[in-house]
């Protein structure tokens, strides 16, 4: 029989492997009860050495917050640049896209250099703003009310205008990603507008820096069967990779 200390030091070896644990995984590999690996979680949580989840635990705080862009853009900063160059080389000629609100995406919008026209619909002013010094771009500004913190619009109106399109892709950015949750906004609009956006693109594309992951926004905008390619830092886990590929999702690490 394990004892108690040696349950805890592998919980804690496991969450720094793994970035996350799931309370069925540790009943099975240490033999003994949900209850038994619960009462753990709790112990160690208590002493400030994780955050329990639904299901398991994690070693970061699951639930983000809302900061202005000017904050977010300054965090993982190169990590970003990196995803949003990767993400711009799937950009091809006379393509139709949708391009989302936040730092990371905005990162792609500064790594587009187009060849052949390109249409762009977004929701981020940041964002209209870095592509239309592009003559070869066209910028369809979404409107509705503007949230100060992400400079973008959301709301109904936003909404309703995206009908009349059909886009190739929409690069998305999260708050928040967690393997049993999905993705995550810090906003209810911006959830629904997000959806709203996906249901006209023929794939979603999720740019996301590592720090994200494990993380829970208030607002989920979907599971991962809705999300064909996942693009990533160097610092996310083998663990999730292969759990997210396993789910049929394409994941690009940079």
Known sequence: MISITERHQLIINKLKQEGHVNVLDLCENMDVSSVTIRKDLKLLEDKGLLFRTHGGATLHNPYTVDRSVNEKEKIQSSEKMRIGAAAAKLVQPNDSIVIAS???????????????????????????????????????????????????????????????????????????????????????????????????????????????????????????????HVITDKGVSDYIVTTLEGMGTKVTVV
């Not at 500064?110 to 003559?135: C, D, F, M, W, Y």
């Not at 205008?161 to 906003?187: H, M, P, R, Y």
């Open 102 to 228: 936040g730092t990371t995406v905005l990162a792609l919008a500064k790594s587009i250099q187009p060849k052949g026209g390109l249409t762009v619909i977004t929701p981020a002013l940041n964002v209209a703003l870095e592509l239309i010094r592009h003559p070869e771009i066209e910028v369809l500004q979404l409107g509705g009310m503007m949230r100060k913190s992400s400079s973008s619009v959301t709301g109904p109106y936003a909404e309703s205008i995206l009908a009349d399109f059909s886009c190739s892709k929409l690069f998305l950015g999260v708050d928040g990603i967690d393997l049993e949750f999905g993705l995550t906004t810090t906003n209810v609009m911006e959830a629904h507008l997000n959806r709203a956006m996906m249901q006209v693109s023929q794939k979603t594309i999720v740019l996301v820096d590592s720090t994200k992951f494990g993380r829970r926004g208030f607002g989920r905008i979907c599971g991962f069967e809705d999300v064909d």
